[in-house]
């Protein structure tokens, strides 16, 4: 009989490998590459010598230059640092409240020196599937259709700040998105990331949600430049998968942004494990924000929100109560780990490669 464990990790395993999503990105070995398709770790890409041989060796076309497989072009490094606020906010189930109460700790976090502020997902409504058609906006429309995103122009306008709007729920037609949206320092939407996994999981007596019951998934990964540097954007369970962060490595991103509300089940066990596997692998800085815990609400969530640094030490975080995170960001740093530990000069493009499948169909 197998044991309990052993289901329970193959429930877990199929989940994730059912939700990768392999029409944005690609990982490729050297055994099934074909030549198809431009790797993100390599240019040029893997060709085959004509030979009768039926496993003939690829060969590179040239030597291994990560900097050219970077898209668009890298963007120098902001100087000199600058403070980023994470704002861990409680959410109940009045929205006008709840704007109000993330624009004074925006406010707040500005006072402190912020130039960046991020928010937590789902911040102007309660995580459920029963409240995001209720709570959800239509953000293209903006204006009265969209108080959430109007609030967090103004703000970003007046105070000449960026933010990273955590998540809200977003109607576009008659679907329903998991959307952050990013704010330049003059008030304009600058980048809108909607969720591209879902967090559609089963863990036998512990947790069961279903997020794809009332949502769709995004199909865009989303990279912007800022102000204060290259930042991707995630969404919560976007951070279990790796090729995302990958991408937007190679993309030359300076920092990933993933608002977020891990579980009482995941979050003691996995939050900031990936938060530091994300940037340990990509030698970037992760940040985290998570709604505040409410035992109370039907969903609970773990909170800890955090700032990690590019050799995966955690640079700032808190506990699980309503707090706001005020932490300094130095680029400088990037080129100092990736010089002492020079992971994209060693990267065996000859044997294994990441496709960057947006980027190929681009061009």
């Given at each position: 009989?197998?044991?309990?464990?052993?289901?329970?990790?193959?429930?877990?395993l199929?989940?994730?490998?059912?939700?990768?999503?392999?029409?944005?990105?690609?990982?490729?070995?050297?055994?099934?590459f074909?030549?198809?398709?431009?790797?993100?770790?390599?240019?040029?890409?893997?060709?085959?010598t004509?030979?009768?041989n039926?496993?003939?060796?690829?060969?590179?076309?040239?030597?291994?230059?990560?900097?050219?497989?970077?898209?668009p072009?890298?963007?120098?490094?902001?100087?000199?640092?600058?403070?980023?606020?994470?704002?861990q906010?409680?959410?109940?189930?009045?929205?006008?409240?709840?704007?109000?109460?993330?624009?004074?700790?925006?406010?707040?976090?500005?006072?402190?020196?912020?130039?960046?502020?991020?928010l937590?997902e789902?911040?102007?409504?309660?995580?459920?599937?029963?409240?995001?058609?209720?709570y959800?906006?239509?953000i293209?429309?903006?204006?009265?259709?969209?108080?959430?995103?109007?609030?967090?122009?103004?703000?970003?306008?007046?105070?000449?700040?960026?933010?990273?709007?955590?998540?809200?729920?977003?109607?576009?037609?008659?679907?329903?998105?998991?959307?952050?949206?990013?704010f330049?320092?003059?008030?304009?939407?600058i980048?809108?990331?909607?969720?591209?996994?879902l967090?559609?999981?089963?863990?036998?007596?512990?947790?069961?949600?279903?997020?794809?019951?009332?949502?769709?998934?995004?199909?865009?990964?989303?990279?912007?430049?800022?102000?204060?540097?290259?930042?991707?954007?995630?969404?919560?369970?976007?951070?279990?998968?790796?090729?995302?962060?990958?991408?937007?490595?190679?993309?030359?991103?300076?920092?990933?942004?993933?608002p977020?509300?891990?579980?009482?089940t995941?979050?003691?066990?996995?939050?900031?494990?990936?938060?530091?596997?994300?940037?340990t692998?990509?030698?970037?800085?992760?940040?985290?924000?998570?709604?505040?815990?409410?035992?109370?609400?039907?969903?609970?969530?773990?909170?800890?929100?955090?700032?990690?640094?590019?050799?995966?030490?955690?640079?700032?975080?808190?506990?699980?109560?309503?707090?706001?995170?005020?932490?300094?960001?130095?680029?400088?740093?990037?080129?100092?780990?990736?010089?002492?530990?020079?992971?994209?000069?060693?990267?065996?493009?000859?044997?294994?490669?990441?496709?960057?499948?947006?980027?190929?169909?681009?061009?």
């Amino acid at each position: 009989m197998k044991s309990a464990v052993a289901i329970t990790s193959k429930i877990h395993l199929n989940l994730n490998l059912n939700l990768r999503r392999n029409h944005l990105y690609s990982p490729l070995s050297r055994s099934i590459f074909r030549g198809k398709a431009k790797p993100v770790f390599q240019s040029p890409p893997l060709i085959r010598t004509h030979s009768s041989n039926p496993n003939p060796n690829p060969i590179m076309a040239s030597s291994f230059k990560p900097e050219q497989a970077r898209a668009p072009p890298a963007l120098p490094l902001p100087t000199p640092p600058f403070k980023v606020g994470l704002c861990q906010l409680s959410v109940t189930a009045d929205k006008e409240r709840n704007i109000a109460h993330a624009r004074r700790a925006i406010e707040e976090a500005a006072e402190k020196g912020a130039k960046l502020i991020i928010l937590p997902e789902i911040w102007n409504s309660p995580y459920s599937n029963d409240s995001f058609p209720v709570y959800a906006e239509d953000i293209d429309a903006g204006g009265d259709a969209s108080p959430s995103t109007a609030m967090l122009s103004e703000v970003a306008r007046l105070l000449k700040i960026t933010i990273v709007g955590g998540s809200i729920p977003e109607r576009s037609g008659d679907r329903l998105y998991n959307t952050c949206c990013v704010f330049g320092s003059d008030g304009k939407l600058i980048a809108k990331h909607r969720k591209i996994h879902l967090f559609d999981i089963d863990i036998p007596g512990k947790i069961t949600f279903i997020e794809s019951k009332s949502l769709t998934a995004g199909e865009t990964p989303t990279i912007v430049d800022t102000d204060v540097g290259r930042i991707g954007i995630g969404i919560c369970y976007d951070i279990r998968f790796q090729e995302l962060a990958m991408i937007y490595g190679a993309r030359g991103a300076h920092l990933i942004c993933y608002p977020g509300a891990f579980n009482m089940t995941t979050g003691p066990l996995h939050w900031e494990l990936l938060q530091r596997a994300r940037a340990t692998d990509n030698q970037l800085y992760v940040a985290t924000c998570s709604p505040a815990r409410d035992e109370g609400a039907g969903y609970v969530a773990w909170g800890h929100s955090t700032l990690v640094g590019p050799f995966g030490e955690v640079l700032a975080t808190t506990e699980h109560a309503e707090d706001i995170i005020i932490a300094e960001i130095d680029y400088s740093i990037l080129e100092l780990r990736r010089t002492s530990l020079p992971l994209s000069k060693q990267r065996r493009g000859d044997l294994y490669q990441l496709v960057d499948i947006q980027r190929l169909n681009s061009q």
